[in-house]
């Protein structure tokens, strides 16, 4: 009788052979020291996570778990508050905003960057354009806030206004604050977005372009059918992980327009909103529901931009 192997299923037994466990000295080392880190994501990531949708059944106003048993009415609280929805709109506009013009322009800068023929010019914009990602959100906001000065004593005013054209109330009007918040986070995200598409495009094989070069192809046509068809999984990674991003907008938008999402709650994110919730209001089952209806609008959106990129591998 052969002996059986494993651990696997096997035919010719017909029955799981017995797996047998046998811990090592260096077995018990290495649980050890991966003990702190098991420690460590159970005690501030996966008890957190249970607790708080625990308590986002409950009425509480602390971070205690004994509040009052209320079902799904915080749930229904929220999906019935206009500023909630408010919210989430303006959370969209600024995410989608952010995604597609972010990558879009770092995808063009890393196509120009890359076929520049300098080699120290394309260290010198790398640079250039990384610098920004290296400052924190606070300085970037602080920044913001003298460029964009809603009188002429703010730079980008008193540069237009050299043109005759009126100051423009880029964080004080309504209608222009959130695309101000848009050209802001463009700055910050544009050096890490151009880095990555610049990785991509030096893996691209020659080969691709110069059998293309042979049937007659330009350069756009090349750019067209080689370059970003190849890069296609560095654009999905930058769609999901920039609309994660952009679902979590808290920093900026409230050293700008504080608690309140001013001007004219123009600037309330999700974030925003649950922040007002727990810790302004008091309201910490409410915010808690919040924070999961938030997990699972960006559950959705995760997983349909992969069964999106899934279902194009499938067409190729």
């Known amino acids: 009788m052969s002996s059986t192997p494993e651990g696997k299923w096997t035919a010719e037994h017909g029955k799981w052979a017995k797996r047998k466990f046998r811990f090592t000295r260096n077995d018990w080392m290495g649980y050890l020291f991966s003990a702190p880190l098991i420690i460590g994501v159970i005690v501030f990531a996966i008890y957190p996570m249970f607790a708080a949708l625990f308590m986002s059944f409950h009425q509480t106003s602390g971070l205690n778990l004994s509040g009052t048993w209320v079902g799904l009415s915080n749930y229904r609280y929220a999906l019935e508050d206009s500023l909630f929805w408010q919210a989430l709109t303006n959370t969209f506009v600024m995410g989608i905003w952010s995604v597609l013009l972010g990558i879009a322009l770092s995808f063009i800068l890393a196509s120009l960057i890359n076929n520049l023929k300098w080699h120290l010019g394309r260290n010198f914009f790398k640079a250039v354009y990384f610098l920004p990602n290296v400052v924190s959100g606070v300085a970037t906001s602080l920044l913001f806030s003298f460029l964009f000065f809603p009188s002429k004593e703010g730079l980008i005013n008193f540069v237009i206004g050299l043109f005759g054209i009126d100051p423009v109330g880029w964080f004080t009007n309504p209608e222009v604050a959130r695309y101000s918040i848009v050209l802001m986070s463009l700055w910050g995200a544009l050096g890490y977005n151009t880095i990555i598409f610049l990785a991509g495009l030096q893996s691209v094989p020659r080969d691709l372009y110069e059998a293309a070069e042979v049937d007659g192809a330009g350069t756009y046509r090349k750019w067209w059918y080689i370059t970003i068809p190849y ?84 067409l190729d």
């Open 231 to 314: 890069l296609r999984p560095i654009f999905v990674f930058m769609l999901i992980m920039g609309t994660i991003g952009g679902m979590k907008r808290f920093t900026d938008v409230w050293l700008i327009g504080g608690t309140a999402g001013n001007p004219g709650g123009s600037l309330m994110t999700v974030v925003l909103y649950i922040y007002r919730n727990a810790f302004l209001s008091s309201q910490m089952g409410l915010a808690t529901a919040v924070s999961y209806l938030l997990f699972v609008i960006i559950l959705i959106l995760t997983v349909f931009l992969m069964l999106l990129n899934r279902r194009k591998d499938s």
